[in-house]
Each structure stands twice: as structure tokens, then as C-alpha cells.
């Protein structure tokens, strides 16, 4: 369309060279008339007071000045170039008008086929405006608007690249594309449409029946009344949609505001930064909004509004509805309601006063002082805050939670995956758990002495937990009426026999009771009793459970093991009362259950009974026991270990001859302490060793040191294997006297890192980390003759002392011990029966031992959680038995090697070995 009105404009320009001049510096005054004809150009014409310059078809007037009433009537085929209108000047354009200067009141007209290019309208020292009328049929191409100058587009026609620099364009009907607006105001009435402005300044104002497209505005203010569409607002731009106006897909961005009044919609609006803002006033309606940053203040209506970053506030009177949350937040005022918005991720703020309906979380977290009803949780959470009201909400996963003073009424339905949480001191009406869980928590801050209540709780196949954030702070739960299956989880420790407590005044059916294993003592020592459920009515069973639903025996509780016990009227409570009373091996501790041997074959409990019978300790402190008293057993490995070095080393020697040696050790031996803690000791580890002879007339002194590494697993009889890593050095001298007596004596220093690690009577595991340090010393004496050729017989005595300090230990699972210094005393008496001879250029002295042992200790004792004494001891009678050889296969090289047997009271070594070898130089 553009093209075809510039073509003939180009001809005519061109033709102009050839126009003959009709007149020049001429005035055209009031009743004159002259026409500019066919060929005829009229140049610098003034036209004033009435009179009348005519450009007819194939004319053309340059630089015409029309004043004072006067007018040039540019017709079609016509050109007009240059010309000024000013003091109410008029010019009628249906040719084609060039560069017009329209100024001081002037006026220029444009319809039937005309064009004007380039005009610039307004200045002048008089108030009154000049204008450009664009009327049907006309075009105004590149007009410049400034002060007191005006272009008004009517029906028909077209207005292309105005720029507006303080002046006004009035679009009536017409169309006004490309225009610039800097300053001054653009109005666009009744069937106008403007497109594709860019406004940097200035205002537009859209009336009622008219249009905008596609606007760009970086500053300025645009008010809607009719039609505003894909309107782009930057910087500090604002859009205000007013009586009944629609905007549809403005974008905010930087600074930029909307503002939608009472009775006026946005339609599909973008707030892209995080300083822009949609206002929705009363009765205002925003619809499809997409929030990426900024503001959403809603005091009237939004719906299907998506935020993804920023703020929706919902203010007093506010009603949002089908919001979609991936992010970003929604705040719900006092008197705010939201209705059916989805939760995906981001937060949800409802506040006091506040109600919202039909909210879907699936992601994120809904924070509740006000109302929520038929709120759904499939993942994320929802809070219900102080003073906070849930009603009828549908929990198929995620958490639902209650603070103190919040309450959830209605049918509250935990599904599946499902969680709920309930602070002390909040309360709910009706609570179904299918197969969802339950927790009841006490915080830091809370009052423990106000506990949840559930009006009616029916569980199939639900779990309820408690928990707390302080130890020793224990939530309890009241329920009006119980109904179902299920399982309840509970906790206990020292605290004047505290634990979770669950008071239920009513009704039916059948749930267990987990209680986790604990380590902490969870009873007072003088009444090993505690009181965990109070069933008012008398008409439910529990019985022990783990945490998975799986029955139990017995659980942790600290030094001891439990059961669950059931009395009516204990401790004047109305009903039965559960509770959990020490385990005996008259009551079920025979075997231990899963844990082993437990209190069948256990310790004397040392702090009184439970009903009779030997109280049965825990696998924790069975492991603890077993610890203190295996470092003894592996010093005692590694001291036989240079034993046995010693006894294959040859007695003839040479004065100032040396050796140096090494061997492997390793034993395994099943022990027992005094108090019925049983393990298996496997110890694997090396010696290494250096020493020198030196002669005397009555006999031989060897002296030397050594060290010595050792690893070792503790594998408890209850479950789990812990280990010891020893690390040794000592030093050690023998005297070998000519009549055959010998004296050999040794001292060795030791440090002790153990890793316990324990399985505790519900399966889970129990670890700690200490070390100590330990000394031994052992002095033998014997005496070696023949009684016949190469036969040797070589008794001898010996004493054998071993101290290890004492550890402060602490276990994971709460326990605390303190192992007790560790004492062994052992006297030993046997004989050695060797021979020797030669196999070919080797010499073989095979050799066998028989020997008595007596442990003497018996002061060794372990404490378990400052209140439990246990004695710790091996003492008693042991038999050992040994085979070995020497061999020399070479002059300076000897290999030894041994193995041996040890049968005690509390002890059984099937096999020990080492197997070395010794070089002289």
C-alpha cells in the first residue's frame, strides 16, 4: 500500500523540471484565485486574507506561505513543496504535499487520495494549535509533532512514522502505525488504532472502542479504556486499565507497572524482573498472568495466574483462583482468598484472616495461620501455623503438618507414602492413617507438659512416631478413640522414668509397640519399670514390634533388655497400663532371643531383680564387657608369640654373636568374662626382633627388644565383630646358666585403638572408638637336663602380669561406660619333653609342652552408664598343651614354630600358631 502512493509521488518530483513558471513572489489576496495548471509551476506564492491558490492536476507550487485565511488547495495530481501555513493558513491536500511546515494556528487537511510527507506541525507564538487532519482516504507520512501542534487521523485514514516530540495525535477512527512518541500525549478514540508505537516518554490514553497493538514503552504512562495489546512496558513505564478496558499481553519488564481498575481486565500479562508490578484493583480482573519476578498485588481478581518467580499478594477483598505455583511466592492476606491453586514449588503464605480452598501441593510448602480447606498433599509439605485451621485435608504424600495451637478438623485422610506431624498442644478431629504415618513432636521450645490430642484416630496399617529436638523432652498423645491396626513408635531415656506416653479413652483393635534400642538407661535403677501406653478402656492389645512391624522379644533399654508388660491400675492409673519391665532369665531371656546367649547364661545383674531371676543385659553392654576384657587376651597372644622365639633360640653361642628374627602369630580363642559376655578373639599380626649374646663363665646372657603389630577381631556371641589394633614394643633377657638353669624375663608396652561395633537386639548396629594403653611382664625359670641321649626335659614355672588403664567410652546409641583397669595375673607351671637329631646336614628338636595356668585377678570391673557395676574377670584353672620344632636347615639360620592348645573355666584356645625365622651374624 506504502509503495503504491510513493511511485507517483517520485514521477511527479521528477516531472517538476519541466514545469514553466506562472508566477514568483506573488500574493494572492482576499477573492483572488489562481490556478497552478498542467505544466505550471507557482513559486514562492504568499496566499493571505481570503485568497486562493489552486494546484491542479499536473501542477506544482515551491514554498507557498498561506496566512490570514488563506488557503492552497493542492489537488489530485497536484504537488505542493515547502509550503507554510501559519495565523489559521489553510491547506487542502488531495494531491501530494511535501515538507509542510503547519505552525501558529495553521491548518492542513489531507483526504480523497492525498499524501503528505514530512510535515511538521505546531510552534508559533500563539496559543492556539495547529494541526494536521488526516480524513478518509488521506495519508500523513513521517508528520513531527511538537508543541502546540496536532495530527488527528480520522476514519479512512492513515498516519505512517508520526513522531510526537510535545504535541498530540488524536486517533478518531483512522490508524496510526510506527509512530515515535517522546513527549506529548497520543489519544486513540472510538475505532482508532494505533500499532506499533514506541513510546520513550509522554502519555497515551486508549478511549473506549479503541485500539492499541504492539506498543514498546520504555517510559510515559498508557491508560486503557478500550483495546491494548501485546504492549511491552520497560524501564519505569506504567499501563493503567481503567472503565471497563482490556489489556491483553502486556510484558513488564525493569521497573514497569500495570494497574488494573475496577471493572477492566489484563489478559495474558508477563512480569519478568523483580521491581515490576501488577495491581488488580476491587473488582479489577487479571487473567493468565505469568509471574517470573516482581509483584501481583490482587485487591480484585485474578485467575490462572502462573508463578514462577516473584510475589502474588493477595489483599483484603482479593480472590485468586487456579494460581500455578512453580516457584516464587503467594501471600494470602487477612481477607484474601485463593482458590484451587496448584502447588508445584516455591511457598504458599496463608495469613491470619486468610482462607484458601482446593489447594494441590505437589512440590513446595504451604505456611497456614488462616483457613485451609480440602487442601491435597501429594509431595512438599503444608504448616498449619498457631491459631491455624485445616479442614478436611487429603495427605497422599508429603508431610502435613501441626504447630502448637493449630488445628486440623474435617476428616483428615494420611494415604500411603503420606506423612503428618503434630506438635505438642495441637489438635485434630478425625485422623485415618491408611498405611500413612504420624509423627507427634515436641520442638525445643514447646511445653512438654501439653500433649497432642486426636479426637478419633482409626489406623489400617498406619505408624505413630514421636520425636523430639532435646533429649530427655518427651511428647505425649491423647486420643479420644483408637480404632484399626497399626504400630506405634516410641522413645525412652533416663529422665525419672520418662518416655513417650500415649492415653487412649477409648476403643478397638490390635497394634504393636516399637521402642528403639537404646543405649542410655530408660529406667530409673531402683524401679525398672516404665509406663508407656494407658488404655482407659481396657479393650486393645499390643504387643512388641521393631520399626518395620516384625515381632520382638525384648529391646534395649540401656544396661538391661525389657519386655512389654501389661497391669491393670499400675500407679493408680485408670484402665491398663503398658509398660516396659526388666527382662529376666525367668521371664524370657533363656536364650537371648536373636541377641544369643542374653540372660540364660548372663551376669548377676549386681543391682537387684525384676520379678526374680537374673536380669538380662543388653548386646551393647555384653560388647562393652567383651572389649574390656579382650585386650588382656591379645597382649597375652603376643607375649606368647616372643616366648616361643626364645625357647627354639640355641644356647651355645659365641660372645658377641647377634640375631635378628620375626614370625607370625595368630590364635583364635572363645572367651567368657566373669559376667557371661562372650566373644571369639581371631588375632593375626607380627613380631620383629634383634639380640645379642654375651658370654660369661657361668653361662650365657642374651638381650634384646622388639615390636610387635597385631590385628584383631572381636566377634560378640549377640552380633557385630569389632577390632583391636595393637601396637607393642618391648625388650627382653635370657640367662643361660652352664648347669642348665635358665631365667628369662620380658616387659613390653602396648597401645590399644578399638572400633567397637555391635548389632543391638532389634538389628541395628551400636559403634564407639577408644584406645588405652597397657604393660606386661613375665618372668620363667627352668631347668633343662637329659635323662637319657638326646632326650631333654625341661620344667619350669612362670608368672605373667598384664595392666591396661582404664577408657571413658561412648557408643553411638547413648551409652557410656568406663572399661575399668584391666588386671591379669597368671602363674603357670609344666614341662617341655624335646629330642633332638639330624635328617641329613639338618637339625630337627621337635618338642612338646604341658603346662597349668591360674588367673589370680579378680578385681577387674566395668560400669555402664555410671549406675551398673559388672564384675569383668577370667579367673580359674587352664590346661595347655603345645607342639613345636626347631630346624637348622643352614649354620646361622634357624626356623621355629609352634602350635597350641588352652582349655580354661572362661576360655578356649583351639589353636594358636607361629610359625618364624632367625638369622645370626
Known amino acids: 500500500m506504502l509503495h503504491c502512493k510513493m511511485n507517483p509521488l517520485s514521477l511527479l518530483i521528477a516531472s517538476a523540471l519541466a514545469f514553466t513558471p506562472l508566477a514568483q513572489a506573488t500574493d494572492v489576496t482576499s477573492g483572488n484565485i489562481i490556478d497552478v495548471n498542467d505544466g505550471e509551476v507557482a513559486e514562492d506564492v504568499t496566499v493571505k486574507s481570503g485568497g486562493t491558490l489552486n494546484i491542479l492536476d499536473g501542477g506544482m507550487s515551491q514554498g507557498t506561505s498561506v496566512d490570514k485565511g488563506g488557503k492552497e488547495n493542492v489537488h489530485a495530481g497536484g504537488i505542493s513543496e515547502n509550503a507554510t501555513l501559519e495565523n489559521n493558513g489553510e491547506q487542502n491536500v488531495s494531491g501530494v504535499a511535501n515538507n509542510t511546515q503547519v505552525t501558529t494556528a495553521g491548518q492542513q487537511y489531507i483526504d480523497n487520495g492525498g499524501v503528505a510527507n514530512n510535515v511538521t506541525v505546531g510552534g508559533g507564538k500563539t496559543s492556539v494549535f495547529s494541526g494536521q487532519h488526516v480524513n478518509y482516504g488521506g495519508v500523513a507520512n513521517g508528520t513531527v509533532l511538537v508543541e502546540k501542534g496536532f495530527q488527528s487521523v480520522r476514519a479512512g485514514g492513515n498516519a505512517f512514522n508520526t513522531v510526537i516530540n510535545g504535541g498530540i495525535l488524536f486517533v478518531d477512527g483512522g490508524v ?52 491494548n495489546n501485546n504492549n511491552q512496558l520497560f524501564a519505569s513505564a506504567s499501563e493503567t486499565v481503567v472503565n471497563g478496558g482490556i489489556s491483553d499481553g502486556s510484558v513488564l519488564n525493569d521497573n514497569a507497572t500495570q494497574i488494573v481498575e475496577a ?139 501441626l504447630n502448637a495451637g493449630a488445628e486440623a478438623v474435617g476428616k483428615t485422610q494420611i494415604e500411603n507414602t503420606g506423612r503428618m506431624l503434630m506438635l505438642a498442644g495441637s489438635n485434630a478431629t478425625d485422623v485415618t492413617l491408611n498405611k500413612g504415618s504420624l509423627t507427634v513432636w515436641v520442638p525445643r521450645e514447646n511445653d512438654i507438659s501439653i500433649a497432642a490430642r486426636i479426637d478419633q484416630l482409626t489406623m489400617n496399617e498406619g505408624t505413630v512416631a514421636f520425636h523430639s529436638t532435646v533429649e530427655e523432652r518427651y511428647s505425649a498423645l491423647q486420643i479420644g478413640e483408637l480404632n484399626g491396626t497399626g504400630l506405634f513408635q516410641l522413645n525412652t531415656s533416663l529422665a525419672d522414668g520418662a518416655a513417650n506416653f500415649v492415653t487412649i479413652e477409648k476403643g478397638n483393635g490390635s497394634f504393636g509397640l516399637a521402642v528403639a534400642d537404646s543405649g542410655k538407661e530408660i529406667t530409673d535403677h531402683t524401679n525398672l519399670t516404665l509406663n508407656l501406653i494407658n488404655d482407659q478402656g481396657g479393650n486393645i492389645d499390643f504387643t512388641l514390634q521393631t520399626a518395620v512391624g516384625e515381632s520382638l522379644r525384648a529391646v534395649d533399654g540401656g544396661t538391661y533388655m525389657y519386655v512389654l508388660k501389661q497391669e491393670a491400675g499400675k500407679d493408680a492409673m485408670v484402665g491398663n497400663v503398658w509398660y516396659l519391665g526388666a527382662m529376666t532369665d525367668e521371664n524370657g531371656g533363656g536364650d537371648g532371643g536373636d541377641g544369643g546367649d542374653g540372660g540364660g547364661n548372663g551376669g548377676d545383674g549386681n543391682t537387684g ?24 587376651n591379645i597382649m597375652r597372644g603376643e607375649m606368647e608369640g616372643q616366648r616361643v622365639y626364645r625357647h627354639g633360640r640355641s644356647q651355645s653361642a659365641s660372645h658377641g654373636e647377634g640375631s635378628v628374627w620375626g614370625h607370625y602369630l595368630g590364635k583364635k580363642s572363645a572367651a567368657e568374662t566373669s559376667n557371661g559376655a562372650a566373644y571369639k578373639l581371631y588375632q593375626n599380626g607380627m613380631e620383629f626382633g634383634s639380640d645379642v649374646v654375651s658370654v660369661f663363665e657361668n653361662g650365657n646372657l642374651v638381650t634384646g627388644g622388639f615390636v610387635s603389630l597385631t590385628s584383631n577381631n572381636v566377634k560378640h556371641a549377640r552380633g557385630g565383630t569389632s577390632k583391636v589394633d595393637s601396637y607393642g614394643l618391648g625388650a627382653y633377657g635370657t640367662w643361660y646358666d652352664n648347669s642348665g638353669f635358665y631365667l628369662d624375663g620380658v616387659l613390653k608396652a602396648n597401645r590399644l585403638e578399638s572400633k567397637l561395633n555391635a548389632r ?80 641329613g646336614h639338618t637339625a630337627l628338636r621337635p618338642y612338646l609342652s604341658m603346662s597349668v595356668e591360674q588367673e589370680l585377678a579378680h578385681s577387674n570391673e566395668t560400669a555402664i552408664n555410671q549406675v551398673n557395676s559388672f564384675k569383668n574377670n577370667q579367673n580359674g584353672t587352664s590346661g595347655k598343651y603345645a607342639a613345636g620344632m626347631t630346624v637348622n636347615p643352614a649354620k646361622d639360620v634357624t626356623l621355629y614354630g609352634e602350635f597350641n592348645y588352652r582349655q580354661g573355666r572362661y576360655i578356649e584356645e583351639p589353636i594358636q600358631g607361629i610359625a618364624g625365622i632367625s638369622i645370626s651374624f
Open 176 to 227: 496510526a502505525s510506527d509512530s515515535q512518541l517522546t513527549d506529548g500525549q497520543i489519544y486513540v478514540e472510538q475505532g482508532g488504532m494505533l500499532m506499533n508505537t514506541v513510546q520513550t516518554g509522554g502519555d497515551i490514553e486508549i478511549s473506549t472502542g479503541g485500539t492499541a497493538n504492539d506498543t514498546v514503552s520504555s517510559n510515559g504512562t498508557i491508560r486503557v479504556e478500550g483495546n
Open 263 to 401: 471493572n477492566s481486565e489484563a489478559s495474558n500479562a508477563t512480569l519478568n524482573d523483580k521491581n515490576t508490578v501488577q495491581f488488580i484493583r476491587l473488582d479489577g480482573l487479571a487473567v493468565g498472568t505469568t509471574v517470573n519476578g516482581g509483584t501481583q498485588n490482587v485487591f480484585g481478581t485474578a485467575r490462572n495466574t502462573n508463578l514462577t518467580g516473584g510475589t502474588q499478594n493477595v489483599q483484603d477483598g482479593g480472590i485468586v483462583q487456579n494460581t500455578t505455583i512453580n516457584g516464587g511466592l503467594q501471600i494470602v492476606q487477612l481477607g484474601g482468598t485463593a482458590q484451587n491453586t496448584l502447588l508445584n514449588s516455591g511457598e504458599q503464605d496463608v495469613r491470619k484472616g486468610a482462607v484458601v480452598t482446593d489447594t494441590t501441593i505437589s512440590g513446595g510448602g504451604s505456611y497456614v495461620a488462616g483457613v485451609a480447606i480440602r487442601s491435597e498433599i501429594t509431595d512438599g509439605f503444608m504448616q498449619v501455623l498457631d491459631g491455624g485451621i485445616a479442614k478436611d485435608t487429603n495427605v497422599q504424600g508429603g508431610l502435613f503438618a
Open 609 to 632: 531383680g525384676n520379678g526374680g531371676g537374673n536380669l538380662v543385659v543388653t548386646p551393647s553392654t555384653d560388647a562393652v564387657l567383651s572389649l574390656a576384657n579382650a585386650g588382656l
Open 760 to 839: 543391638m537386639t532389634n538389628g541395628g548396629t551400636t559403634t564407639g572408638e577408644w584406645h588405652q594403653y597397657g604393660v606386661s611382664s613375665a618372668l620363667e625359670a627352668g631347668y633343662t637336663f637329659m635323662p637319657m641321649e638326646s632326650v631333654r626335659v625341661e620344667p619350669f614355672m612362670r608368672m605373667t602380669g598384664t595392666f591396661i588403664n582404664d577408657a571413658n567410652v561412648t557408643l553411638n546409641n547413648g551409652m557410656k561406660a568406663n572399661t575399668g583397669k584391666a588386671r591379669s595375673l597368671t602363674a603357670e607351671a609344666g614341662s617341655r619333653f624335646g629330642t633332638d637329631f639330624l635328617m
